[in-house]
């Protein structure tokens, strides 16, 4: 039977943890304008999660606030408008909601965008916190300006 060698870091190297009060998040607005619903969100998400920094650490919330404005323009497949389905259940015989991607967004376009971004965030208390920092709206408008967003543009070409 061989020995099994363990490897330990050189002298002077450490590994680093973020800790919640060190964190500095800052904001960012998305246009969805034309924008594909599942790069967009899947772009969102990683910000959301701060997996963009090199200070990500999985149990902190490391990741900066998104603003999504156009969230009422952004691009589906048109078979996909009646064939995606959202459905929901009461826990009661007979209560499974189910509404088409095409009926949501005439309804509550930001909708389709939170659920697709929520859908990508862990699951649990760090992903509703993570989740509670995306504010979407379906125009171009939106009242955060105080905080000084920057322009992201996650799918820009490189």
């Known amino acids: 039977m061989a020995a099994v060698e363990t490897v330990r870091a050189p ?4 590994t680093w943890v973020a800790k919640p009060g060190e964190v500095k998040q800052k904001w960012y607005v998305v246009d969805a304008d034309g924008q594909s619903l ?15 920094k090199p200070t990500y650490t999985a149990h902190i919330d490391t990741g900066d606030f998104v603003i999504v404005v ?9 078979a996909k408008q009646e ?3 959202y459905q929901r259940w009461s826990g009661y015989l007979g ?5 088409t991607l ?3 967004r005439e309804a509550h ?3 389709v965008v939170e659920r697709a971004v929520r ?3 862990p699951k649990g208390r760090l992903g509703k916190q993570m989740f509670s920092k995306l504010k979407v709206y379906k125009g171009a408008d939106h009242p955060h300006k105080a905080q000084q967003p920057e322009a992201w543009a996650p799918l820009a070409k490189r």
């Open 95 to 99: 209560g499974l909601k189910k509404r």
């Open 83 to 85: 064939a995606k389905i």
């Open 119 to 121: 859908l990508m965030l």
């Open 38 to 52: 599942g790069r967009i969100a899947s772009a969102i998400a990683m910000k959301l999660m701060g997996k963009d």
């Open 102 to 104: 095409a009926q949501v």
């Open 11 to 14: 002298k002077g190297f450490k």
């Open 109 to 111: 376009p930001e909708r």
């Open 70 to 78: 156009n969230a009422g323009k952004v691009a589906t497949d048109p």
